[in-house]
């Protein structure tokens, strides 16, 4: 599934981003080499990005 339309950028993009220590949308695109353009899909970013650090505080407790 896309996140991002613009620069074809996966779900599965994202969370190898998240994973690759991207903690903010302009990480990812960065780390996929692009920028955003309409910057629709920041929020979806930002949502993936947050639930993964909630669920890494959940593991760490
Ligand atoms: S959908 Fe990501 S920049 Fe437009």
Redo the contacts with the bound molecule.
């Keep these: 599934m896309y996140v991002?339309?613009?620069?074809g950028?996966r779900e599965r993009d994202v969370r190898a981003a998240i994973d690759a220590g991207a903690t903010r949308p302009a990480e990812v695109f960065r780390h996929k080499g692009c920028q955003?353009?309409?910057?629709?899909?920041?929020c979806e970013m930002r949502q993936m990005i947050q639930d993964n650090q909630q669920a890494l505080a959940y593991a760490a407790e």
């Design positions: 991002c339309n613009c620069n950028i955003a353009q309409c910057a629709k899909c920041v």
